[in-house]
């Protein structure tokens, strides 16, 4: 489906057209380096620093790098899921600057003949919780939500973004700046992530608004958390991007002067730096005061700004040449085949098999496939009947399926997936997250309390939220039990339970503006109802039960 080009205003008026693109460092998921034995750094884990170094990592003279083959497995896998094409031959290069946490003095990449290019990632993404950018002062912030485009509509979707190239390469360690007493300081170094397994994915510049690059970066994610590649934790920094933004006056051709903003650290301020960074440009060129300059800027998060870093005269020289200690890497035909076979389903087929299989609107396949915690196989739990408590007898369900697919998606899309925001949330990469933290065993019984009218669905609502915030262990039936919230079924029991509501003295006054025309005042009535129950009532019954009291004639006054 082909879009519109976003486009932002500038202080002027004038329109302009925003082009993005993205360079992604994912750190692969191996246990060891890429070129070393040295175990590679967890970015969740807390090490002594030096404490994962080989003497390769340091740069001893006299040691040679030897590829982890596992590395080579994960890049190809990623790229086949991609659509990339995988190169059988691609060469290992050494690109040289100087910077105190690289100690070779070298960095070993492919940049000019990579183990993958081409290919294209699909945006799947959750269309209900978009996350906006944020721009500092009130110009920016009208020109950053117009620059989010369509992203608020649920039916929301866009083409694939266009990959340029897939390499390996080495990360550098860390530098750390300490402060010591009044204006004295000293950098520190920390080898232990160098040498680390990376994978550079480098986008096309294709990406035409804040929305859509936030939406490549969590498809991206998706994607490699799918075929195992990389747990994508930008908190944790095992994924890293830099942004490439430029504009040019809408209508015309070519592509403006592009601006790195170096170091995205999160989606949100992703997003919030390419919007900043678009209507700089725009406002600078409307405004007269000289052409966008080729240069690498920063992102401060507190202002909402982008800053400049460093200029870029012209093509840095990084004297690239191939690794002499590493020969050409050729991937077979067959090998490439035998990866193949292992991919597991991905999420763009997921979500059209979710919406097949289940019957599912395209935006609820959609939000499972994205949310955290292996949502997708967590639903087919639930829906498939693998989630029913043990000892509850099974109901008659939906068709082939234990419980009916759509009430279950309703209740993870509107109920559940809220009350775990705050514990999933978009870092998460443990297929197992909801399932530990709320077993489809337990929710199924909740879900069957339901069906069967043992509960009523506000009573099932302060059930779950029981269940995920406070006690862990009982099924849905103990809390039920404990806390007498079995719903009232008798219908002479709740209707004299409304009229007692209705006839109440206390209400008069409600009721005769009801009378008088006030129509809405019903509402009133069946809150009460509520009240006095606890909810454990069954709102239609309590609606009819409700308007059938009210619409009864006013009885006569009595004789004085």
């Known amino acids: 489906m082909k879009r519109a080009a976003e486009r932002i205003i500038g202080p002027k008026g004038g329109a302009w057209d925003v082009f993005i693109g993205l360079e992604v460092h994912a750190q692969i998921r191996l246990r060891s380096k890429l070129f070393s034995r040295s175990q590679a750094a967890a970015p969740s884990e807390h090490d002594e620093p030096n404490s994962r170094v080989s003497l390769f ?11 982890n083959a596992s590395a080579v497995d994960q890049a190809v896998k990623a790229a086949l ?3 990339s094409t995988v190169h059988r031959r691609s060469v290992f290069e050494r690109k040289h600057y100087f910077y105190s946490d690289l100690p070779h003095g070298y960095q070993i990449t492919q940049q000019r003949h990579p183990i993958a290019t081409g290919g294209s990632l699909p945006l799947i993404f959750d269309p209900a919780g978009p996350t906006k950018p944020k721009a500092g002062g009130a110009a920016k912030a009208r020109s950053a939500d117009e620059l989010q485009g369509g992203s608020n509509d649920p039916g929301f979707h866009v083409p694939a973004i266009g990959i340029t190239r897939i390499q390996l390469e080495v990360d550098s360690g860390k530098s750390l700046h300490d402060r010591k007493g009044e204006g004295a300081e000293r950098s520190l170094v920390d080898l232990n992530r160098a040498g680390t ?5 480098v986008f096309e510049p294709e990406i035409r608004s804040a929305a859509e690059a936030g939406a490549a970066l969590r498809s991206l994610q998706l ?4 075929v195992g590649a990389c747990d994508g934790n930008m908190e944790d920094g095992s994924m890293r991007c830099d942004l490439n ?3 040019r006056p809408a209508g015309t051709e070519g592509l403006g002067e592009r601006v790195e903003v170096k170091n995205m650290n999160s989606v949100r301020h992703l997003m919030t730096a390419a919007a900043a960074e678009a209507v700089r440009q725009a406002r600078q060129l409307e405004m007269g005061e000289g052409p966008i300059e080729r240069e690498t800027r920063g992102f401060d998060v507190s202002k909402g700004e982008t800053i400049h870093l460093r200029r870029k005269e012209g093509s840095v020289d990084y004297r690239f040449f191939p690794e002499p200690d590493l020969p050409p890497l050729v991937v077979t035909h067959e090998h490439v085949e035998a990866l193949r ?3 597991p389903e991905l999420p763009e ?3 059209a098999r979710l919406s097949a299989e289940y019957g599912l609107a395209e935006h609820l396949s959609r939000l499972i496939v994205c949310a955290a915690g292996g949502a997708s196989d967590y639903y087919e739990d639930l829906v498939n009947g693998t989630g029913r408590e043990r000892g509850h007898a099974a109901g008659e369900g939906s068709g082939p399926y234990r419980r009916d697919p759509k009430v279950a998606a309703n209740w993870l899309s509107n109920n559940l997936f809220g009350l775990l925001k ?8 443990d297929e197992g997250g909801l399932e530990r933290r709320l077993p489809a065993e337990r929710l199924g019984g909740l879900l069957d309390l339901l069906s069967e009218g043992t509960i009523s669905s506000q009573t099932a609502k302060t059930v779950l939220r029981e269940m995920v915030l406070e006690d862990h262990s009982s099924t849905a039936m103990e809390i039920v039990e404990a806390k007498d919230l079995r719903q009232i079924t008798d219908q002479a029991e709740i209707e004299s339970l409304c009229r007692g509501i209705v006839q109440d003295p206390r209400h008069a006054k409600q009721l005769a503006s009801y009378r008088s025309g006030k129509a809405n005042l019903s509402k009133f009535f069946m809150g009460q109802a509520f009240k006095a129950t606890r909810g454990r009532v069954d709102g239609k019954v309590v609606e009819t039960s409700v308007m059938k009291l009210l619409q009864q004639p006013e009885p006569p006054a009595a004789n004085p």
């Open 245 to 247: 933004v430029s504009v």
């Open 223 to 226: 994607f490699l958390r799918r």
């Open 349 to 351: 087929a997921t979500m």
């Open 57 to 67: 990592d340091a740069s001893f003279p006299g040691t040679l790098p030897v590829l």
């Open 341 to 343: 076979a292992t991919l």
């Open 197 to 201: 397994a990376l994978m550079e994915i």
């Open 81 to 83: 899921a991609l659509g």
């Open 422 to 429: 705050d514990q999933l949330g978009s870092g998460d990469s």
